[in-house]
């Protein structure tokens, strides 16, 4: 019965989201694969921008911050909040109203110049490579857990799938199956929530602002002044406007569409991030004081709802891995096709297809074989932010806001900020004590900030204007 | 302070829950008039031809 039910569960799943793909139906050009024709509506563009950031660590890795730290990380993740709603007022408007735009990549290389679309599009590639990696490791680990499968063949299940209705429908079949994930586990873990504390919490709010008070008190004595401050960082800028976001901001309707999707997809997070420290909090009363972090969200539903509990949790997190992996292997397709491919080659609309398509796959391919080298999904993520902030946001905001960027500041910028951010993490891992992952981001911005500068001064000095 | 920390976590459990069902009908709208507007191309496609015929 342990096994029978997941398995049942989890075939439905697929089959019910295998009728939902069907009906986005198979991209049959490059502009229907990279952004939906343009034409998406506030609700899907909202509910797939939640679905893409929702991924295991806002689900999974807060409910266990929750259930250690108490409400410590929903100030941390406040900051990703404020970032969303800023990008909306001021950013993605302005990247929805070029024209001819597919990519991050494309918007740089329209500010700056060709070189600079290149290098903005290798390092987009590498980085949704690496985060669809860190993905898979978290879908694999999912599946392992649920039901025992060798780890590798669990990371090809959740890849496999994914990678099958990505590579044929393009962005509107991963918009599409985005809002089916995202219906279903904005549906579940809320209502998991309320049922915890309707039927199976002891003690009523009083016992819930306790337990919730003792939590963040250890939380603040226990994390330290920088790393809060690098982690603040890292939430505020380590996903801005990344690959995936870019997408659909780019894919929006219209620029107003843009705007109001960030910003609902802002406030939501608030709400999110309430609701799933609330869970943590409130399984301190249900849950063994000593359980992994990883496992707090697990041991909870599992120990509720003891039949069904593990089928309902499979759906629910197999969603959350799901929907942020076939945005990232959608957005890397298009990033190579778009970025570093027709900047060599003429392509012709059917050519830009099969170049996304068939790059959709090769991604897929990487990201099941680097999957099990991924240290643990809050590291990968880490290091995933500190190459992006550093590399490309500079470069990509600055270029944005100011009528006149200079190619050298962009080229310089992008360069040093993923040369520092590497060889940060390089130095992470070789030295773990000295410093900790959250606070690296914070030099390697540093670096590409102080590049663009010294970019923009030599560029004048050179062009005499 | 205890009720109004409890009444905020129901409340943001209601409004996810209310986001869900709101980005659900739009799926729902979404899928159904892209089926609509494919019919309605397969039937034009469909006269089309006829003509041609």
Redesign the interface.
């Known amino acids: 019965m342990q096994t029978v039910l997941p398995v049942i569960v989890a075939a439905a799943y697929v089959v019910v989201l295998t009728f939902?793909a069907l009906?986005?139906?198979a991209a049959r050009q490059f502009s229907e694969f990279s952004l939906a024709r343009r034409a998406l509506?506030l609700?899907?563009v909202?509910?797939s921008l939640?679905a893409t950031y929702v991924g295991p660590g806002f689900s999974i890795g807060f409910v266990g911050r929750g259930f250690k730290s108490g409400f410590l990380f929903l100030g941390i993740g406040l900051a990703y909040s404020v970032q969303n709603i800023l990008v909306g007022l001021f950013i993605a408007p302005r990247l929805r109203a070029l024209k001819d735009c597919h990519t991050l990549g494309d918007a740089i290389g329209q500010k700056y110049d060709r070189k600079c679309q290149i290098v903005a599009g290798i390092i987009s590639v590498s980085v949704c490579t690496f985060f669809a990696a860190v993905m898979a490791h978290a879908g694999g680990v999912v599946i392992n857990d649920i039901f025992g499968l060798p780890n590798w063949s669990s990371v090809i299940v959740v890849v496999g799938i994914t990678a099958l209705y990505t590579t044929f429908g393009g962005l509107r079949a991963s918009v599409?199956t985005d809002?089916?994930q995202?219906?279903t586990f904005?549906?579940l873990?809320?209502?998991t929530?309320?049922f915890v504390?309707v039927f199976r919490f002891d003690g009523?709010?009083?016992t819930?602002?306790?337990q919730?008070s003792v939590a963040t008190s250890n939380g603040f004595g226990s994390t330290s002044f920088i790393e809060i401050v690098g982690l603040v960082a890292a939430f505020l800028l380590g996903e801005t406007l990344i690959p995936p976001y870019a997408n659909r901001a780019l894919a929006s309707r219209t620029t107003r569409i843009s705007r109001n999707g960030f910003m609902l997809a802002g406030l939501?997070s608030?709400?999110?991030f309430?609701?799933m420290i609330?869970l943590g909090v409130a399984a301190r009363s249900i849950v063994p004081a000593g359980t992994d972090e990883d496992h707090v969200l697990l041991k909870l539903v599992g120990s509720i709802m003891p039949a069904s509990g593990y089928a309902l949790l499979l759906v629910v997190l197999v969603s959350v891995v799901m929907s942020s992996l076939d945005s990232l292997l959608n957005a890397g397709a298009v990033a190579f096709a778009e970025d570093i491919v027709k900047p060599f080659a003429e392509l012709p609309d059917e050519k830009a297809l099969n170049v996304g398509r068939c790059a959709t796959i090769v991604i897929a391919v990487i990201a099941m074989a680097v999957a099990p080298a991924v240290p643990s999904v809050i590291d990968g993520l880490l290091i995933c932010y500190t190459i992006w902030a550093s590399a490309i946001l500079p470069a990509l905001i600055i270029g944005l806001l100011v009528k006149r960027p200079r190619p050298l500041a962009g080229i310089l910028s992008m360069g040093v900020g993923t040369f520092v951010a590497m060889s940060a993490i390089v130095f992470l891992f070789i030295f773990p004590s000295i410093i900790k992952a959250p606070a690296i981001i914070i030099p390697a911005l540093g670096a590409a900030l102080l590049a663009y500068i010294l970019g923009h001064w030599l560029d004048k000095i050179i062009s005499g204007v | 302070m205890e009720v109004v920390t409890f009444a905020i976590v129901v409340i943001a459990a209601l409004f996810a829950v209310c986001s869900g069902v709101w980005v659900a009908t739009a799926l729902v709208r979404a899928i159904s008039r892209h089926q609509t507007t494919q019919n309605s191309s397969q039937s034009e496609n469909d006269k089309n031809n006829q003509e041609q015929i």
């Open positions: 939902v009906r986005a139906r509506p609700a899907l909202f509910g939640a599409i809002a089916f995202f219906t904005a549906l873990l809320p209502l929530l309320l504390l009523g709010a009083a819930f602002s306790e919730a939501f608030i709400v999110w309430i609701v609330a």
